[in-house]
């Protein structure tokens, strides 16, 4: 089985930055594409940014420019450093990686738990 912790959320002033950090453990054989998503009040779960196994991001036009995803492979460890936070930033943020448990198994999709960042005005 595949456990995906999340850390680093908080409560934060406009302006202010927070670094996430998604582990991932148990059975990995590899990580494909990791990624954060985000769900604010209300609303829909909405991709954030996601890394691939190359290395190559993407983000959503709404953090370009404040926010950076990275991953430390050795580690199984993705990042979101996450600067010059609004208020509309305020969401529950959710890991997710592509990861295969073994050398012939498919890819399966995980979840983190959640972490709630909040944005004060």
């Known amino acids: 089985q595949v456990q995906l912790v999340e850390s680093g959320g908080g409560l934060v002033q406009a302006g202010g930055s927070l670094r996430l950090s998604c582990a991932a453990s148990?059975?990995?054989?590899?990580?494909?594409?990791m990624g954060w998503f985000r769900q604010p009040p209300g609303k829909q779960r909405e991709l954030v940014a996601y890394?691939?196994?190359?290395?190559?991001?993407n983000y959503a036009d709404f953090v370009k420019g404040r926010f950076t995803i990275s991953r430390d492979n050795a580690k199984n460890t993705v990042y979101l450093q996450m600067n010059s936070l609004k208020p509309e930033d305020t969401a529950v943020y959710y890991c997710?990686?592509?990861?295969?448990?073994?050398?012939?198994?498919?890819?399966?999709?995980?979840w983190g738990q959640g972490t709630q960042v909040t944005v004060s005005s």
């Open positions: 997710n990686a592509v990861i295969k448990g073994s050398r012939s198994s498919t890819p399966n999709n995980y």
């Open positions: 148990g059975s990995i054989f590899s990580i494909n594409a």
């Open positions: 890394i691939t196994s190359g290395d190559n991001t």
